[in-house]
């Protein structure tokens, strides 16, 4: 009875518009009252409980980190580089704009911070080399996804938090698959520029390689310090998001000079708001997960699914596509943190390991960024871009099935996710 309450109460708060972080927390409070014999100081408690976690501070560091290379001066330095070492093959920009957000993902662990910032950049130089605009938009955003997935992420951290698995192992875990992706975009790049001959830039000259170097040494420094420093313990994920944005901000003040202490303050205040929504989001998960926990629901769960799927595949491929429809309605973190505690039993049953499945998890949402219709990376890109959200959208459907083929392969080769953190001893 509990478990009725709950679930459908949930979906009527959903249904009738009320934010995810007080559906949440009044569905869990109404069936308290009813059913569960939680004592009611357990509310406090499981709130407190919710962002007081260590792993939660990197949020705010990586979102302001972001923010800080943004304005600071450090993508603009990071988009040249990536245009002399790739700009002059076949596609030119459209590779650069990939390497750019990989270089770039080392750094934010966000999409959003990708698009937003990077995109400006990107789009603009590809216009002007003489892109379509649509395809400079598509690439675009498809790019940005690989933001959340090679580390660090912020999403990743929300995953870490609501289900208790290594954050340090998730980054780790991300690496492989998100170069995958990168290569699959750069390959369906190299096919568009030989059949609609986009056009390259000519091959740089060593002195403009020294100059680009010579400009990028910073910026590029910053993912070889988090990745080694995670590596070699001398500080955890979190700390290494403490250290981006001292980073950031030393070479945005004192290296490049174009951040200024008003623009530091604004981005302050931003990511006091951003990191808001997601810490209230997070605080009414935990409670909601406890009250899932004593009404039984994974349980329940767990024992339908066994009844009716034996196979590990068949699982992995029913997963993906609940996860890929739940992306398309929910912004990821609240997704993350309501789905986690449910899933995760059904995830032990079929012997797939919590790191892998974060990393399915963790790109599905990503995926779902570009779906209409709540696709909040769709959206950004649209707005800086300047083009109709539903031309983008459909524009975006041979690059969202480029990304779905990467969704594949690290479903099904679980080695993808799992070989590096166990090659460095993070994982069994």
């Not at 980190?65 to 790739?86: E, H, P, Q, Y």
């Not at 530091?264 to 998960?285: C, D, M, N, R, Y």
């Amino acid at each position: 009875m509990s478990g009725i309450i709950l679930v459908v109460s949930l979906a009527v708060l959903f249904l009738i518009g009320v934010p995810v972080a007080f559906s949440m927390g009044l569905s869990s409070v109404l069936t308290m009252a009813v059913d569960t014999g939680v004592r009611w100081g357990t509310i406090v408690q499981q709130y407190i409980n919710g962002i007081s976690s260590f792993t939660v501070l990197a949020i705010p560091l990586f979102i302001l980190a972001g923010k800080v290379m943004n304005v600071g001066g450090i993508t603009d330095r990071l988009f040249g580089f990536a245009r002399t070492l790739v700009g002059w093959l076949p596609g030119g920009l459209g590779h650069v704009n990939v390497v750019a957000s990989v270089i770039f993902s080392g750094m934010s662990g966000s999409a959003v911070a990708d698009v937003g910032g990077l995109g400006i950049i990107e789009i603009k130089a590809m216009d002007d080399a003489g892109f379509d605009h649509d395809t400079s938009c598509c690439i675009t955003a498809a790019s940005s996804c690989i933001g959340p997935i090679i580390p660090p992420s912020i999403t990743m951290v929300v995953y870490a938090a609501v289900s208790g698995t290594s954050a340090g192992a998730l980054f780790m875990a991300g690496i492989v698959p998100g170069l995958c992706m990168a290569l699959l975009l750069m390959a369906m790049i190299l096919g568009f520029a030989i059949f609609r001959k986009y056009p390259r830039d000519p091959f740089p000259s060593l002195p403009k390689i020294g100059r680009a170097l010579v400009d990028g040494f910073f910026p590029l420094l910053a993912p070889v310090i988090i990745l080694l420093g995670i590596y070699t313990g001398v500080f955890t994920p979190t700390e290494s998001a403490a250290v981006v944005v001292a980073y950031s901000l030393f070479l945005g003040v004192a290296v490049y000079r174009a951040l200024t202490l008003r623009q530091f303050w604004q981005l302050v205040k931003e990511t006091v708001a951003e990191s808001a929504h997601i810490g209230i989001i997070l605080a009414a998960a935990t409670l909601f997960g406890t009250v899932i926990v004593k009404t039984m629901i994974p349980q329940k769960l767990l024992t339908i699914v066994s009844a009716s799927i034996h196979s590990k595949f068949v699982f992995l491929l029913v997963i993906n596509v609940f996860l890929l429809i739940v992306g398309m309605f929910m912004e990821s973190a609240a997704a993350i943190t309501i789905l986690t505690p449910i899933m995760m039993p059904m995830v032990m049953a079929f012997h797939i390991n919590p790191v892998h499945f974060g990393i399915i998890l963790t790109l599905n949402m990503v995926l779902g960024g570009l779906t209409p219709p709540f696709g909040i990376i769709n959206f950004v890109c649209a707005r800086v871009g300047r083009i109709p959200f539903g031309r983008l959208c459909k524009r975006m459907m041979p690059w969202f099935g480029c990304l779905l083929l990467s969704l594949l392969l690290v479903t099904f080769i679980p080695a993808l996710s799992l070989w590096l953190p166990r090659a460095i001893g993070l994982i069994a």
